[in-house]
């Protein structure tokens, strides 16, 4: 269960909930996976991507299982970090826009990539191109809040990591 330490998320939070509780889920508990799929190939596993972050509690929770690589800066330095690795090789595997809070209310932006390199994915390119666009669009606001709300930006940022991570580990 998430709580949050601020109103500010709360009613918003809570009508997301009930929209998807309504819509349905999956329930993943009792499916066994493997970690190889049909044709004996290895699939991808917490040893074949890594995780570039600004959030804090992302590092906590994660430091002593996986790859993170943790930087205090902002959300757009965080983009063009990724940017760059992209354009060594590496390949994205989470949106860097994911969610729905705009990167100008946030300041906390974790963003999955490969571990290993290989050619330029133009694909990536382009998403990591255009999320930077996109955040140069909005006016920087998330130095506004109270900070009770930096946590719950944390929180957030964490619960969207952790899906892509789950998906990641069982694919």
Not at 5 to 29: C, E, H, I, N, T
Not at 121 to 127: F, I, M, N, Q, T
Not at 135 to 159: A, G, H, M, N, P
Request: glycine share 8%; net charge negative.
């Amino acid at each position: 269960m998430i709580v949050f330490k601020s109103p500010f998320f709360y009613k918003a939070y809570r009508k997301g909930w009930q929209r998807r509780m309504v819509l349905g889920g999956w329930d993943l508990s009792g499916v066994q996976h493997s970690p190889h799929d049909s044709k004996g190939e290895k699939q991808m596993g917490s040893k074949d991507y890594m995780v570039i972050t600004n959030n804090p509690l992302v590092l906590d929770k994660l430091k002593e299982t996986h790859h993170i690589i943790y930087r205090d800066i902002s959300y757009e330095e965080i983009l063009r970090e990724v940017r760059d690795r992209i354009h060594e090789g590496h390949r994205l595997l989470s949106h860097p826009l994911s969610g729905s809070v705009k990167p100008n209310e946030t300041p906390y932006k974790s963003i999955m990539i490969s571990e290993g390199k290989g050619e330029v994915d133009e694909g990536s390119v382009k998403l990591i191109e255009n999320a930077i666009q996109a955040c140069r669009k909005f006016i920087f606001k998330s130095d506004l809040y109270e900070e009770s709300v930096y946590d719950d930006f944390q929180l957030i940022d964490w619960t969207l990591l952790e899906s892509g991570l789950a998906s990641a580990d069982v694919w």
